[in-house]
């Protein structure tokens, strides 16, 4: 796999303008997610006019085959009006084609196009026909929905697995198992107990997929979710699962035993989690993780913001604070990882 895949954003700088930087959005956004997804940064160069655009894009196409660099052109009627927009799709195509590959590219319809609607039209213009003809992410009902709509996250994901697998296809091939590695791997894989997909099991029996999305739980204290509570969303989850905490103040302490992820989607300061006279976390699972959370301790007694009772917790971009006593406890051999860059962690009294 490339050590440095990127991404170039190509659009049409009004349409951001009209759209109060929701494009800008959607390229944070997507990025974020696919970070999410491989666990390292995924960067998405958006401005064509800012200096790093041309010096970038000029290393990335012309100077460096091996690199795997996506394209993400977001698609409306003025996109095939702008000669940047359409140079950049023209020069990608031909880098496509000099590594033999036809995913790197990944149109996003954002406005209806007439010119996409007809095929006698399209097939007037070479690059229309190429937009028509590849698989790409349907936004146009989608720009009249908040970030924080569970379909948005969906398509994003779908986006960010589509990069993945890309990525993927990108590493080197390794020689094929000897017929004695296959009996092996036969004979340990009797051993594991079947797990069932969590997107429904097969009634054939067939092997479920092995690349599933993970489960969505939305939680949102005005019921506009699927739970209105953090530990309600924790009693229905299943192992793996991602929950997806709507801003609110959720005033509960929450116990995590089992590995799941808690992003919370929105502000840092506007997605809260109080609890008084308990801790706010105890997380005594094997793994998990926790994203963009205020977690607040207060009242009197002797409790943490994150106790951690055993296993491997990671904290990214949370603000914790406690009034009692420190902020994150580690017992035994339990482990915790922090990527607090932009938050903060506090400790008021103990």
């Not at 990608?92 to 084609?97: A, N, Q």
């Not at 017929?179 to 092997?207: I, K």
């Amino acid at each position: 796999m490339s050590t440095h895949p990127v991404a170039f954003m190509s659009y049409v700088r009004f349409d951001d303008q009209h759209e109060d930087g929701r494009l800008s959005q959607f390229c944070e956004r997507l990025s974020s997610e696919v970070r999410m997804q491989l666990g390292y940064k995924f960067h998405i160069f958006q401005d064509r006019n800012d200096i790093s655009w041309g010096q970038q894009w000029q290393e990335r196409i012309e100077d460096s085959l091996d690199d795997v660099t996506f394209l993400v052109p977001i698609i409306t009627p003025a996109f095939f009006n702008s000669p940047p927009c359409q140079a950049e799709l023209e020069r990608f195509l031909k880098r496509e084609k000099d590594l033999g590959r036809s995913d790197l590219i990944l149109p996003v319809y954002y406005v209806e196009c007439w010119l996409l609607n007809d095929e006698k039209r399209w097939a007037k213009n070479p690059l229309a026909e190429v937009i028509a003809a590849r698989q790409h992410a349907d936004w146009r009902e989608l720009r009249f929905e908040p970030f924080t709509a569970p379909q948005v996250g969906k398509t994003l994901a779908k986006m960010a697995r589509h990069i993945g697998d890309a990525l993927q296809r990108n590493e080197p091939r390794l020689p094929g198992p000897t017929q004695a590695n296959v009996t092996a791997q036969s004979d340990a894989q009797s051993q594991l107990p079947q797990v069932e997909s969590r997107e429904g099991s097969d009634t054939n029996g067939s092997a479920p997929s092995s690349k599933t999305e993970p489960r969505t739980r939305v939680v949102d204290a005005l019921h506009r979710g699927d739970h209105a509570t953090v530990t309600e969303a924790l009693h229905a989850a299943k192992p793996g699962d991602r929950i997806l905490v709507r801003p609110g103040f959720y005033k509960e302490g929450i116990v995590i035993d089992k590995p799941v992820e808690i992003i919370g989607d929105g502000q840092l300061s506007d997605v809260v989690i109080e609890a008084s006279g308990q801790n706010v976390v105890v997380f005594k699972a094997t793994m998990g993780r926790i994203v963009n959370l205020t977690l607040r301790q207060t009242g009197e007694g002797k409790w943490h913001g994150v106790d951690i009772v055993q296993g491997r917790l990671e904290l990214e971009g949370c603000d914790i604070t406690s009034q009692s006593l420190a902020c994150v406890a580690i017992h035994g051999g339990a482990e915790f990882m922090t990527e607090n860059k932009a938050a903060s962690i506090f400790t008021g009294a103990g």
